[in-house]
C-alpha cells in the first residue's frame, strides 16, 4: 500500500533533473538521482560531482554494480536510481549480418559502431541509424575508447580487417569478443594471432564460430545468435556464458 | 513503438515541456520474483498515455490510476503490488513477488 507523510515539499525540479540527466545520457556519462522516498525531494549527482558529495562512498559504490536500489543514509533512507552508460557494440564489417545485428543491437540498447575500409560497404545509406566509420581498425578503433562495457565483432572474414580489431578489443577487454568464421579460418586465424603474440588466454576469449548454435542460416537469424551470445556474456557469470561447443 | 530505457525518461521530459501533466513511476523495491528491475520506469501523462514498464503488464492499470491522482495533488505516492494485496488492489503479481512503485510528479 501507500503511505503519504504529513508535510511534503514540491519544488519544480524535478524537470530540471530529468533534463540534465538525459543529456548525461545522452553524453554517455554516469549519473545518479538521489531521492528521499518520504520527503520527495530529489538532488541530481553527475559522476563527476559524487567525490565532492557527502553520500561519496555510497554512491561510489553502486556506481561500479550499476544497480539502482534503496540505501540508508545519515539524513535517512534514499532511493538511487543510478544510470551508467549503455554498453557498445563495435562491428567490423560493414556486411549484410551487420545490417540486421546493427538495428537488433540498437533495440537491445547498445551504442553500436560498425568499421570497415571498404567505402562501397561503408555507408550511410546501408546503415541508417548507426555511426558508419569507412576506416582501417588501426585508424578508427582507438579513438572509440573500447572497453569493458564494449562488445565486439568481427564480420568481415577478411583478415586484414578483422584481425587488428580482433587484437585490439582483446587488448581493451571487451567483455564479449566474437568473430565469423569455419572452425577452419579459425584454426588459421589462431595460427596468426599467436605468431603475433596474443596470448592461449586472450585467444581463448574469442566466440569461434561467432554465436550460439541455433542452427541460423539467413543473417537475420545469424545476427540473433550472436546477440543471444553477447547477451549471456553480458548477463550470466562466465562459467554460465560460456557458448556449448559442439563436437 | 518499442521504448528503451533513455526514451521513456526523455518523453518524460518531453511531454512536460509540452505542457502535460506528467507522472513518473519507478520500482524502487523488489522481493521474490518480480518480472522488471529495480530502477524501471513507466512514464504517465494527465490522458493516461504511458510508455515503459514496471512490471509485465500485471499491475500498469493501477499505476496509471494513481499516477493520475499523483499529477493532481503533486503529492508522491509509494504503491506496494504483490500477492497480499489482491483483495485491496484487484491486481497482483501473479510471478509472486513483491514489488513498491515510487510515483512523483514531474513539475
Known sequence: ?247 | MFARDEDILKAAEDWRRDGKGVALATVVETWGSAPRPIGANLVIDEAGNFLGSVSGGCVEGAVVAEALDVIESGQPKLLEFGVADEAAWKVGLSCGGTIRVYVEKVE
Open chain 1, 1 to 247: 500500500m501507500w503511505r503519504r507523510s504529513s508535510e511534503r515539499k514540491t519544488e519544480p525540479v524535478k524537470l530540471d533533473i530529468l533534463h540534465a540527466l538525459n543529456a548525461e545520457r545522452a553524453a554517455r556519462r554516469a549519473a545518479v538521482v538521489v531521492t528521499d522516498i518520504a520527503s520527495g525531494e530529489q538532488r541530481f549527482v553527475p559522476a563527476a560531482a559524487i567525490a565532492a558529495d557527502p553520500l561519496r562512498d555510497v554512491l561510489e559504490s553502486r556506481l561500479r554494480t550499476g544497480k539502482s536500489g534503496m540505501a540508508d543514509t545519515p539524513s535517512g533512507r534514499v532511493f538511487l536510481t543510478v544510470y551508467v552508460p549503455p554498453p557498445k557494440l563495435v562491428i567490423t564489417g560493414a556486411v549484410h549480418i551487420s545490417q540486421a545485428l546493427a538495428p537488433m543491437a540498437l533495440l537491445l540498447g547498445y551504442d553500436v559502431t560498425i568499421v570497415d575500409p571498404r567505402t562501397a560497404f561503408a555507408s550511410a545509406e546501408r546503415f541508417p541509424d548507426v555511426r558508419v566509420i569507412a576506416e582501417w581498425p588501426d585508424t578508427a578503433l582507438p579513438p572509440l575508447g573500447i572497453d569493458r562495457y564494449t562488445a565486439f565483432a568481427a564480420l568481415t572474414h577478411d583478415p586484414k580487417i578483422d584481425e587488428p580489431g580482433l587484437i585490439h578489443a582483446l587488448a581493451r577487454g571487451c567483455f564479449y569478443v566474437g568473430a565469423l568464421g569455419s572452425r577452419k579460418t579459425h584454426a588459421r586465424r589462431v595460427e596468426r594471432l599467436t605468431a603475433h603474440g596474443v596470448s592461449s588466454a586472450d585467444i581463448a576469449r574469442i566466440h569461434a564460430p561467432i554465436g550460439l548454435p541455433i542452427g541460423a542460416v539467413s543473417p537475420p537469424e545469424i545476427a540473433v545468435s550472436i546477440l543471444g551470445e553477447i547477451t549471456a556474456r553480458l548477463r550470466l557469470p562466465a562459467e554460465k556464458a560460456a557458448t556449448p561447443v559442439d563436437a
